[in-house]
């Protein structure tokens, strides 16, 4: 049965994209096959696309001939203010443009998505959330490592490691004592930080730890070590941005679960 029949039949149930309507959609961690039917839908639909570095370019396929617009953002480069971004947004919209505004992962997790709702909103312009999958799930599940494990945690947390070490830094002694697994987005830069505070929290050094780059893409890279030396280690396997670092004891099942992972992404 073909992908393309399968998809023509739940095309009844697609909301229509509207013009001078503005859709903050995820496009998940990397790989095409994370997107969900409506971002593929509004993919279609879309007149005007505005997108970011951690969209991949093979994602962009699936537009129908819109205007695209890269509005990159990474740490340390040259990146676009967030307020023209925003400015971009609500003037395409203006025109009368369908606007896709793609992310990567979830728009509403570390995506910003929260503060372009609220000023198209207080703009006056119609807008839809199209929730994606978010990287730190995402990762998880190509790394074959599992976000929860029963007797292992009972929750689990997403966290930012971009302020580490600065005055508005999270209090990480306060999360290393719930004991339970940490994903730390935006971090690698500041892993030997991240590592210290948590250590100095009270997570033992040999704890599990992870880091997972370009998550479910070819380029997918997944370092295993411990806490006390996911640092050293990643600086010397020279494992670069976008990449998410994870903490805790469900890291130690990549050892039983990752070699199936690995068997089914290569069949």
């Known amino acids: ?13 697609i909301v229509e ?40 370019p093979s994602i962009l396929k699936a537009a129908d001939g819109a205007d695209l617009h890269f509005v990159g953002k990474r740490g340390g480069k040259p990146s676009t203010p967030q307020d023209d971004i925003t400015a971009l947004l609500i003037a395409l919209a203006g025109r009368g443009r369908r606007v896709l505004r793609l992310k990567g992962g979830d728009p509403y997790v570390f995506g910003r998505g929260g503060e372009e709702a609220m000023a198209l909103a207080r703009a006056g312009i119609q807008f839809r959330i199209l929730p994606g999958v978010t990287s730190a799930f995402g990762a998880l599940a190509s790394a074959g490592i599992p976000a929860t494990m029963r007797g292992m945690n009972k929750a689990i947390i997403l966290a930012t490691g971009h302020a580490a070490g600065e005055p508005e830094d999270l209090d990480w002694a306060a999360l290393a004592r719930t004991g339970q697994p ?53 600086a010397a396997s020279g494992v670069a941005s976008p990449a998410l670092i994870v903490v805790g004891e469900i890291v130690s099942m990549r050892a039983e679960l990752g070699q199936f992972v690995k068997l089914v992404k290569s069949a």
């Open 182 to 234: 940490i994903v730390v987005y935006m971090g690698l830069k500041r892993v030997e930080t991240i590592a210290a505070a948590l250590i100095s929290g009270g997570l033992a050094a040999t704890t599990p730890a992870a880091v997972i780059a370009a998550a479910t893409t070819e380029g997918e890279t997944v370092l295993v070590s411990t806490l006390a030396a996911i640092a050293r280690e990643a």
């Open 17 to 56: 994209f509207k013009a001078g309507q503005v859709w903050l959609a995820g496009a998940g961690p990397g790989n095409a096959g994370q997107l969900t039917l409506d971002v593929v839908s509004a993919l279609a639909q879309a007149d005007a696309i505005v997108y970011d570095a951690l969209v991949d």
């Open 1 to 13: 049965m073909s992908i393309e029949k399968a998809i023509g039949r739940l095309a009844p149930e």
